[in-house]
């Protein structure tokens, strides 16, 4: 099946393999007349590129971006925009081992039983480089976004026990600690924590959050294209995530009717929400507060300690996974989080403007 | 937006308004060959009807399903398959004051801010009778599934704060209490928290787990179409979940990777994995062990206490919901989500179908 | 394969075969605020119902339509619009014989190779009683368009070897014969000409002309959602069409750049076209002509004379055709061809309201 | 729109202009297992590459093809297939002038009135330059079909007023004159034409025949994915092409019942039929004969003579088109046709997989 591609009106196509010649995407329907750079792109994929801590894979790469088509002197034409990030530090004797047994949390025997064969080199499609495509595409979304007054604040909101603390809150602070985390204090206990998994050959989890702000109110669809929904396919559709939950999530199974409403406000003359329980949508339909939602990370699963599995053979083996592994993933995948849910948003946005035959109408006689 | 609907190769339309006509629903890309009748379809319905219980809306309604086209001497004919239930127990006359205002926890000022006005008999669209479509749809999903070995036990896992013992777990038992849990004890224990909810003029919220057994491994695909990526949107699709998890979930965040990697084993020849932290998917490809997800079930946002919102001249007032209204929506939503899943389900044992170009070959060569 | 919608923003879903309880269709995303009544919507089906005239059935079916959702105060409400028309006079009877052998020109032994089996009561899906659920559906994006100014004119131009004379071309009296011609002495002609057919118990086919004014130019995409490529398979998805072509169509293989090409003139200040050879598109994009485009009808399959074929069991027969058929389609087709037309230019229109980003922020801006 | 995706299940995804870094596709929902590599595709490619004779542009292209992803070990993976053709004869300079008109029979207009600017070079995104990612990408869907044992024979049927004669037909002459004729005399008239046209600096158009060998009975669906509605789209997605017919086309439209219907016939064993009026479908599915079917090639537009068209200020102005344009394209349009038929045929003989139920059961059985 045709699986690569997301989005309906900006539609992302995704391409690449952790060690074939490169990673790229081709960005269909983005709209005529935004300017675009390689550098607009380059920033978010340096946001999780490797290497930036020792808590990241230390494969060395760049990951610099080239933009292939669709910009016309300096702006995006309406045309396809193709992106192509070359891999270069791929050790790809590393997996020669890896090729005759299953390794335990990762998607090996999967492909396998699917297509009868895989690439074993460094997770080949599954592997998390393939979300360089993902975070470039994004990064075209977000920028459109930005231009219409909607904007992100992504980050680690825990990794393994460590949660960030609400009165520590501080925005600024996310880009300037290794982990991503809004809560410096949260971010020292997280990295005294990592370097005790590392100590272990052991791999650590967390939740990432995103906060959108300035989103209309009306974005999204009653039935199945619920902001929501789609919200929820791009988040579990990263590698690593097991879990995703908008506003209170999960705590609204314990809460009730009258605590979990939030009561509509009159606010400088316009319509307001006292709480924001819901996490900005209604009835899959954006409900004009912020956009709140998380996803949970499982702990990276190649890991050197010992572990039980079987080879090819249907062998019962212990094996040790070598390699150049991050013991945790969340940092590096704030950014993914971020621009799925940028160009999630963005589909919903261009989506709705053709709702309401009155607004139909009146873009066209102008 | 054509939002209405979902699936790919079997694919469901549906239609309908709380309080208009009847409500109904087409599937198209059904495989010829099935033998289907009202009653394969109606089991499904009668999960979901209302008036089971005084802990379900007294709306009186059989919600009798009618086969309009698709079958031929008994069996689908591989053309669309129209299903109508008709509306019959409306009292519109209930909803003309909430035309007047935007009622908290629901999607009114939502639908008035993208469509510039609402159907505001009953939530129209946005009406739980709008699942009725659903579950006719994924009736025939899930026999089709059925035939082929995959069957699901769907059931309330909570509600509010009461949830089923592992040591207790029945699942006979599911169908005979009017919760939909498999656990006797905890349903005596949340039958008695929604009398007290309803005493308060409030409501309860709570939780779905769906199990799915007899899957082949190798269903989904590795990229956008993670299996477990469009569980989460079908499931978020679901009026009033606020999240999805799979596997261990939200608990894999203070996981490690020691522990929630499942090492794979023999068993009678076969490979299998010895836990199931992973819930099933791997890579959003399936693994071969049962898949095992939850949904968050929001608590009912009608209630009858007093509460505060706007109007539609943006003037803050106090309200009071009338009408009959579930003071939870757990026990009724429990085939939804299981319908919801089928369909998923399906879709993706159908598209698995053309991974291979050798099992292609074959196909054709009979 | 879910092959029964067409159009991906404004979306028919058609269901129904000749002889099942009826036919109907499901029309999604249709903008909200389109005054709407089931008048609207008859009109357009009465120009298709059979018994019109001796060349059409003698079927005898009204063909009301019923709307059963997406209508609120007489307005479009933005969710689906469910639209239904009951079977009436069928005579299933009438197709026992064709249970045993497969009807030359029908679609009989290519539903036995797909499906195992068929629906042999009057072609089942392949009726051209299928087309009611486009008609009924194009019927409202047709409403649609002429409220901005975009009307259609179709006709037959051609039965079989009687040509419509571009000297005598009157739209008025399209609808005031009994074959849809502009052309009241080509219809006299061709009615005397089916007279000749149906003596001889055989049937005719011809062409169908289709031009559409007060297109803007813009609508389309340059590469595979081409405006011209998506009328082309709207048009040859409509079960006798054999061809499609677009201005001067076929004729352009002989021409050369110097004729085919039509110069840009400036008129009334307005950019324009000297000629019309491109018939309104230029790259797969409408180029502010107006759109022309033709059909070419097959001969009704259906005929008395005495044909050769063979049965289920391979074995050759001869056989004549009994029943009510019309020696022509074409009449019939002409509003077939209209609506599919209407619904593939209203999907290109709302398409490419999200082609411009400076349009796209000050759409929101308001 | 995301409108440079062809295909649902086996879709490509191309991209690139004229005068950018390169031209580019992504083959997406490839069936793992197909041994694959750059020659496979390169002997397509070198069937419309430029400067194969004089009536070919001079611009100097090898067009050579990259393979960038989802090959592992020679065969595909099952993951996307990007492939890659750098530009590398750009004369840019050429085209400064057209910046300031619209050129007649081109998009230029077009794509202003859509995107507000263009890319002038070359005629940017449509140029027939974006044909390389459709042959690339449909060279892949021939190769699986010949693994299937359906084949392709597409020639150049017309060029101007020189037809073939069906008696000289020899296909092994295609290949073999510049005109990809299967008639040699043909070629050689076509040829003297051809150079009348070019020294009167005027151009040519023709009608290219395709005619597809080895299909089952089976493929295509009823209603709105008929197969000679999805290849009426492929073939009228090729810019140059104004029209589409299938078997006897638009000669059905003077035809009768008793001469075009195809009787059928028991040939060793098998349900056959004496004639092939229909080209290969019956209902928009195959019926087990050849595929035929046509597609209408507009002369060239660019063309030296003088023209009139008006300036981006609208005033009106003679003009001279410069650079180096084909006096015709049927030529190196041959393997666009086909490839493109090549990727309808797959996508539907893999969607054709999941039409029958008991073949469903049986298939994962194994």
Known sequence: MAGSSFGNIFRITTWGESHGK????????????????????????????????????QRNEADTVEILSGIFEGKTSGTPISLLVHNQDQHSGDYSEIASYYRPGHADYCFDSKYGFRDYRGGGRSSGRETIGRVAGGAIAAKILEQMGITFVTYSKSIGPVTI?????????ISQNKLYMPDEKAAEEASAYLE?????SNSAGGTIECVVNGLPAGLGDPVFEKLDANLAKAILSIGAVKGFEIGDGFGVSSSTGLTNNDAFISRDG?????????????????????????????PTPSIASAQQTVNQNGEEIEISIKGRHDPVVVPRAVVVVETMAAITILDALLSNMTARLDKIVDFYKK
């Not at 005790?196 to 272990?200: G, H, S, T, V």
């Not at 924001?276 to 507060?289: M, V």
């Open 22 to 57: 490169g990673i790229g995407v081709v960005v269909d329907g983005c709209p005529a007349g935004l300017p675009l750079c390689e550098q607009d792109i380059q920033q978010y994929l340096d946001r999780r590129k490797p290497g930036q801590s020792k808590f990241t894979t």
């Open 196 to 200: 005790q998994c590392m100590k272990e």
């Open 165 to 173: 603390s609400p009165e520590r809150f501080d925005a600024s602070v």
């Open 270 to 298: 316009k319509i307001a929400k006292a709480t924001n329980h819901s996490g900005g949508t209604l009835g899959g339909i954006s409900d004009g507060s912020p956009l709140v939602f998380r996803a949970a990370v499982k």
